[in-house]
């Protein structure tokens, strides 16, 4: 079954993805930081059982424990799951749909993480799905909740709605014209929070962001889903305004064309000069410079991070046996 | 430990992430964790808040320590491991410590009042046995039918729990 990413979706030339994530804890057992593996186990048989009995079928249910840490971190580098949960063993668990849109981590921090991806802007489609998922499982079991804080969460932080939604954006062309740092700080006092989506600090790779609601008690899902598209809505003009400037200028012209001659040609690439390359043929290709569609690009991201090639190749076990596949298969693919 | 960013404040703040396709933490004071953006546990990057929040409960500690340490009747947290720590137990732990709990609530949140999505009545939550609970059962089952010298019959649980305890899940 084909994968939700090989989609190029709404605004696809700026957004990348869409992600709905909804916390959930069952009232009659402690939070997983304080339950044993034979509870955790306990709360994830009956989790399962409910996702099972009903709509299950697409379904595959998976524990952390048989993972390999190669696979556990492609899960994480695909945005699946989350680190933390990468690193988690005996007593957690993950369901994922075939074409892993749909992902629920069992005994992460709280014991129901559901989170639904969506190739391009798809904020509401991505939470109608998680909000039918959470009502067919609301109705069978009994959630922590509370009608003055919401849905009651490990972290404090994420009582109320226990709602985050983030869209996952590129803008190279904004992070060139040094806007990011202003742009995160007006974004800050919005109530929201954008960030680097591969790789940490304030240059981050491939000029790939996310960007999310940060307050989650006394607003609601609708509001919040509204504030945040209102703003990526505006990030995404002020992007096309940028790399539309950027563009008419020869010298970064012929950025963008060397870029996609190395990729084309090269025998060996690394993650790091993998994602700034791909990162100016995106751009290149969100403008028509180029002619290779998006979603191409877009699935190359997310395919040829190192975890995620060594778990599907046997011979990538080291970075170097890496940097030869990755050259080799993005050279195929931009043939 | 110091921070990694700054190299000058104590790192409060623990991050895991994916670097070069591997498992990595970075230590970060909090401010530097902040500006950096790690100001959310939820969206993917796993900033552990824990600090942070404790931090904010921190305030309130003097307050609290004197008399008899009140602790959560379903997972005995008390509210001084919750305010060190920045986690909260159980469901039960919100109804117990409610009122210490809501001014934090309020500085995190700014409002303390939900309003989106509420739960359906309280449903019949199906029951679940793990495994161990499953062996045990029939093992007083076996019992049982030894007593009544119900060889046959017991001879049957025995098989049943071999199977379990040789990883059979189901
Ligand atoms: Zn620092
Ligand atoms: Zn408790």
Redesign the pocket.
Known sequence: MSKWYIDKGDQGDIVLSTRIRLARNLDEFPFPAKLDIAGKNKVNELIKSVLFSNDGKDFSFIEMKDLSRIQAVSLAERHLISPEFAAKKDGSALVLSADESVGIMLCEEDHIRLQVMKAGLALEEAFDIADKLDSMLDAKLKYAFDERIGYLTQCPTNLGTAMRASVMLHLPALTRCGQMNRLANTVSKLGLTIRGAYGEGSQPKGDIYQISNQITLGITEETAIANLKSIVLQLVSQERAAAAEIIKNPVEEDKIFRALGVLKNARLLSTDEFMELISVVRLGAARGLIDIPIEKINELIVSMQPATISAGNADASNASARDVIRARTVREALQ | M????????E?TTHIKQIINGDMAESH??????A?LGYSDVFSGFGLNLSELFGGFLGDMMPSITSGKTQRCPKCGTSFDEIAHSGKVGCADCYRTFYDKLLPSIQRIHGKIKHSGKTVSAAPEQPKIETKEEKIEKLKAAMNDAVAKQDFENAAKIRDEIKALEGGENK
Do not use: F, V, Y
């Open positions: 110091l921070c990694q960013n700054c190299g000058k404040n790192a970060l004071c909090s401010d530097c964790a500006h």
